[in-house]
């Protein structure tokens, strides 16, 4: 992968972090993040007039736009409640733990096999959720391995990353056979923001979203730029480099939430959450080396 690709897809991993660390400040995580979105597509407008509008959408796209609209919608409610019940060092890395998910998806649905190779990096990456949960290497730490592996932020977070599997699946199917990526990309994006609004009001209250946007306005200016930037970027690099590195290159945007949970917000055990974040980042190395 050359220089400028990589620099760029590493700024992409750094913006992705950054808005997961504001959002974990927010008081309402559901509407901060349902918000960014909303702002995400705001800013994604004039590419998408300028790229995308007019590409044609057979009856496939509409069904893929919809199915992934509706899986991404329930990802943004579990990372919401990810981040509201766990550490940003630990909900974040696990929910990103998706492309060593989308490979058992392939052998189960599309008749694929899974390297050697790869199923070292999935392996590796198991070992890592498990590593993320310690709070130190005595036997009484691992002992407490097991509570620790059944807690409400770990549960959603996991989910977090079957959901982002899922969608992956779907949004890879759609352009690359039914959709253009700009168009697609953009269409969905809306799909996801209006088919989750009527739970986020029914969850929340009008009130409660007024009252974000009024006193939150410019983190979450800042993170709907930077997700929708991130996503901009990557998909930029996708079309001149291999996806594989793009999407190894990308992991590093759990080394930078691990970083800014364990020294800007002061969560516990950076070190062992940073050695998890590595392993993470091999794994998921070895798994795109395989494509």
């Known amino acids: 992968m050359e220089t400028v690709p990589l620099l760029i897809v590493l700024l992409s991993a750094v913006g992705h972090a950054m808005w997961n660390f504001f959002a974990k400040q927010s008081h309402n995580k559901l509407i901060f993040i349902w918000a ?16 995308g509008l007019g590409a044609p959408l057979g009856w496939e796209a509409w069904v893929c736009i919809l199915a992934s609209g509706a899986v991404k919608a329930v990802y943004i409610v579990l990372i919401a409640e990810a981040l ?14 998706a492309p060593a998910i989308v490979p058992i998806w392939a052998v189960a649905f599309l ?46 977070a996991l989910l977090a990353a079957l959901t982002v599997s899922i969608y992956s699946v779907i949004d890879k199917l759609a352009m690359s056979r039914y959709a253009e990526p700009i168009a697609f990309n953009y269409i969905h994006w809306v799909a996801t923001v209006v088919l989750l609004a009527p739970y986020v009001l029914w969850r929340c209250g009008g009130r409660a979203i007024v009252e974000l946007f009024r006193t939150e306005w410019k983190p979450l200016g800042i993170a709907g730029f930077l ?42 055990c950076g070190g062992i959450r940073l050695l998890a974040g590595l392993l993470i980042l091999i794994g998921i190395t070895l798994i795109g080396a395989t494509h």
């Open 111 to 156: 008749g694929e096999s899974i390297s050697l190779l790869g199923g070292l990096g999935i392996a590796i990456v198991c070992s890592a959720i498990l590593v993320i949960h310690l709070e130190g290497a005595s036997a009484e730490h691992f002992a407490r391995l097991r509570r620790a592996l059944r807690s409400r932020a770990t549960a959603f």
């Open 36 to 51: 960014l979105y909303g702002l995400g597509a705001v800013f994604y407008l004039p590419l998408y007039l300028w790229q």
């Open 84 to 97: 509201s019940t766990g550490d940003l060092s630990v909900a974040y890395p696990l929910s990103r733990i």
């Open 227 to 268: 997700d929708f930037g991130a996503y901009t970027l990557v998909l930029f690099v996708m079309e001149t480099s291999k996806v594989s590195y793009v999407v190894a290159a990308r992991q590093m945007s759990q080394m930078v939430a691990i970083f800014l949970g364990t020294v800007v917000l002061r969560e516990r």
